[in-house]
DNA sequence: CGAATAGTGTCTGTGAGACAATATATG
DNA sequence: CATATATTGTCTCACAGACACTATTCG
């Protein structure tokens, strides 16, 4: 383990081996049927003018979750009062070069914005940002250039929520508390890129949702019956079709 | 009281805090049909005789990643270049009081090492460790009370690996890079802690791996296929017995 | 009624799990 | 031959996937 001690040791203080920690956030809603993820436009160089993640600073008392939730509120401007999110670790990027300034080593979250599907919440761009907006995923991933290694956190990310969703109700998440089968299987849709036939869709999650007893009313068609998450994890789980194949699938 | 903390104060930016970096190491092996972790005995304060991960500090001019290959050979003194090992990042751990003396930020790794099933390399403890030593992981979590917050990631070590186990050949990186199915299968027997039905396992497997046409004789009974790894995952997914199901799953 | 959506029923192929059977080695 | 291990075969049950069908609502 040698922590302190061995660096006691081993090292002069003024060599002490100190960096700058950061968290950077994925956060991701889903509107109109597409996986969106909200992004900031740099206003300052380096890249300025390309687009970034929300993140900042850990501060001294605080770790790297807290911070994460700080910044979500900070850097987006949401009213988390009013949304419910769900923010988790992602990976740690810490490439010494990864910001040409200084050393940032940074902590990635994945953070997961409950939506009705139809409206996005508005994002207030915090201080250095020129602006803040949804970005549709898929879409920035093929096409945009992200600022330092933003497109390597935004593609784990995506990675990460779509082999999730595979075998845990993560999917829940991005839809409020209480929602029905169609809203939750949009969301695969969605994240995968495919689309689950309603029927066995709703065979298959039944088992793992709690009916609410209640029914929504739709714009056509039949009231469907609002669920909420009864169960965590989905067992067997569900299989990503074949068009939305699990990706090249980075190893270490 | 800590000489160390008020430097640390004392030396941090005014933009932003700076923290110490450092690895932790979670290295496991298979031996004797049972998980083993390589663990060090603390030396010194804090937690002098108890039991920890070992681990170091991230150099300026490195990434994490690399720092942990370097502190698997340096803390445990493994010799690399005789044993087939994996490395990849874990999680983490920034509870801002996880060392009671200073802000230590660990970015814990998952070392995966072959071996035969029964011979376990020396370990060599490094500067500041009274001893390191092989330990059995389910029996160590079951009653020993590690340093630090590394009884979490010991146990997330354990989930992340038995998890990926399921839809990866991950197992495989803890055998020789050419193994017998029996072997294959005494690791997920020794992590999950099944067993898994010899015939079912090998149809199971046969499709995912490669055979290199070579026979391996056994002290009793017919001798082995030998294989090597042909794909990476295995779709669908392995299930675990209910023996050993999923644990509590820590959620963000 | 026609259109759209929710949810159920049905059938088929794949494959997991239990376990028997066969083959090949050692002593 | 007795015993141990590897590997294949067999049977059954669960379930995913495709898709038809019924039910319920709106205009």
């Not at 915090?126 to 250039?145: C, F, M, R, Y």
């Not at 845990?168 to 036939?197: C, I, K, N």
Request: hydrophobic share 40%.
């Amino acid at each position: 383990m040698g922590t302190e001690e061995q660096f006691l040791q081993d090292y002069q203080p003024r060599e002490y081996p100190s960096v700058a920690l950061a968290v950077d956030l994925v956060v991701f809603a889903v509107a109109g049927g597409v996986l969106q993820a909200a992004l900031i436009r740099r206003g300052g160089h380096p890249f300025q003018g390309a687009l970034a993640l929300p993140g900042g600073f850990v501060r001294a008392d605080e770790d790297a979750l807290h911070a994460a939730w700080r910044e979500l509120a900070e850097e987006t401007g949401l009213d988390l009062g009013a949304h419910r999110a769900h923010v988790e670790q992602l990976a740690t990027y810490s490439d010494p070069k990864r910001d040409p300034r200084m050393r940032v080593v940074s902590v990635a979250h994945l953070a997961l914005l409950a939506t009705d599907g139809k409206t996005l919440p508005d994002l207030n761009p915090g201080s250095d940002a020129a602006s803040a907006q949804w970005q549709p995923v898929h879409t920035v991933l093929a096409n945009e250039k992200l600022a330092f290694d933003h497109q390597d956190i935004l593609t784990d990310a995506l990675d990460r929520l779509a082999g999730k969703m595979e075998y845990t109700l993560t999917a829940a998440r991005l839809v409020p508390e209480e929602f029905t089968l169609s809203q939750l299987r949009h969301v695969y849709d969605a994240v995968w890129g495919a689309t689950m036939d309603p029927g066995n869709f709703t065979r298959k999650m039944t088992p793992v949702l709690a009916d609410t007893g209640r029914k929504e009313p739709r714009a056509k068609g039949a009231p469907a019956t609002v669920f909420s998450v009864d169960k965590d994890f989905i067992s067997p789980p569900l299989t990503r079709p074949a068009a939305a194949q699990r990706p090249g699938a980075a190893d270490s």
